[in-house]
């Protein structure tokens, strides 16, 4: 792994050059801008594994450039089309193995296992085998950035100038190819001069909103608003948000929805308050598979997050932590989840099963 100091680049959360992936540190900012140049499937592993790339989607497509460069080393060594089929499987299967909770990687990784053993079928050589599954991750990446515009588009009638938005992580460009989920009708809302006072609290203890949402946003020059997650209530209570809109990593076929560890919290204020709760995602954070949110792996992340997050200890030693990294909104609180394909609200059983059709 290479490290490339890029202050003065155009911010993007990854990229493909020729041999490797490049991909922006995300724990270093807002301070620095690195890039790190990434070759092996086990880099990509660790990339995912210790957030340097976050973000349901944006990790989706990292899993995605992994299996690519697993492939490339496999036909180093092999020039067997079943020994590559093989290892490029066990490439998906160790990839899936670096976050539990965002559906998304487990949906690229499917993406690319289903090309490769279609590739396998149609009999092709292994340097098309090798070029078919960069072709794949290069469109998960720029399908992505569409399927986040049409949700901003979709979501932006819901907006009105002056109106208060309070977002909860980072579910912006940085978290996807481009634009964001959550995000993306702030940034369409900015392209055509609508005036939106965002607010975004920081979400301890790995302070997504502080150093990702107040830096894009501030970047991007929308009117931004930096709070601790726990100042919500009293933002709302003053009649400063109008609406919430949060990413997710996973929707649960009821409705229910995961997200950063303390959008639960933001959903029950938003009902108190008889403010809007809304949820953004591709149809690839959709799992249909999973019936509630009760039976979404939720990730639990190293305690030293929380006692030594801010470079020096802020709890006493030894003492006992509990570390979730998402919680479950129950279906009740979300007013509506704003897709690609459109708008749906309750009854979700039925409105998320039919929008696959559409
Ligand atoms: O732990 P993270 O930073 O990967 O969590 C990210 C979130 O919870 C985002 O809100 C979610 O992935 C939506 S991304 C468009």
């Known amino acids: 792994m290479t490290t490339t100091n890029a202050m003065n680049a155009p911010l993007s959360s990854l990229t493909w050059g020729d041999d490797r992936l490049i991909l922006l540190d995300q724990r270093l900012l807002p301070e620095s801008i690195i890039m790190l140049d990434l070759y092996t499937p086990e880099e990509v592993w660790d990339a995912i594994h210790t957030m340097k790339v976050r973000g349901a989607p944006a990790i989706g497509i990292a899993a995605a450039y992994g299996v690519v460069l697993g492939a490339r080393r496999i036909s180093q060594d092999h020039n067997d089309n079943q020994i590559w089929?093989?290892?490029?499987?066990?490439v998906c299967k160790y990839l899936a193995t670096s976050r539990p909770t965002a559906v998304n990687l487990f949906w690229a990784l499917d993406r690319m296992k289903n090309k490769a053993t279609t590739l396998i079928q149609e009999g092709h050589d292994i340097l098309e085998l090798n070029q078919a599954l960069l072709t794949e991750a290069q469109a998960i990446q720029s399908e992505d950035e569409e399927v986040c515009r049409m949700i901003g588009e979709h979501a932006l009638p819901l907006f009105h100038d002056g109106m208060g938005v309070l977002t909860h992580c980072n579910a912006g460009g940085l978290a996807t190819a481009k634009y964001g989920t959550?995000?993306?009708?702030m940034y369409l809302a900015h392209e055509q001069?609508?005036?939106l006072k965002v607010f975004a609290d920081e979400t301890r203890p790995v302070l997504q909103?502080?150093?990702l949402t107040a830096f894009e946003?501030?970047?991007a020059g929308i009117d931004v608003t930096l709070i601790c997650d726990n100042m919500a209530g009293m933002v709302m209570s003053k009649g400063w948000i109008q609406a919430v809109i949060v990413g997710t990593d996973r929707v649960a076929a009821n409705g229910d929805?995961?997200?950063?560890?303390?959008?639960?919290?933001?959903?029950?204020?938003a009902k108190a308050h008889g403010i809007p709760f809304y949820v953004a995602c591709p149809l690839s954070t959709i799992d249909l598979n999973t019936a509630t949110g009760n039976e979404i792996p939720?990730?639990?992340?190293p305690a030293e997050e929380i006692t030594e997050g801010f470079g020096k200890r802020t709890a006493p030693q030894d003492i006992k932590v509990?570390?979730?990294?998402?919680?479950?909104?129950?279906?009740?609180?979300?007013?509506?989840?704003?897709?690609?394909?459109g708008i749906i609200q309750a009854p979700y059983n039925e409105n998320l099963a039919a929008i696959f059709s559409k």
């Open 298 to 301: 939720i990730e639990e992340r």
């Open 85 to 90: 089929l093989d290892q490029v499987l066990e």
């Open 193 to 195: 001069g609508i005036k």
């Open 257 to 269: 929805v995961c997200n950063k560890i303390g959008t639960y919290s933001v959903a029950v204020l």
């Open 182 to 185: 959550a995000l993306a009708p």
């Open 209 to 211: 909103g502080a150093r």
């Open 322 to 341: 509990f570390n979730p990294a998402f919680d479950v909104t129950p279906n009740e609180y979300v007013t509506a989840i704003i897709t690609e394909k």
């Open 217 to 219: 946003l501030q970047q």
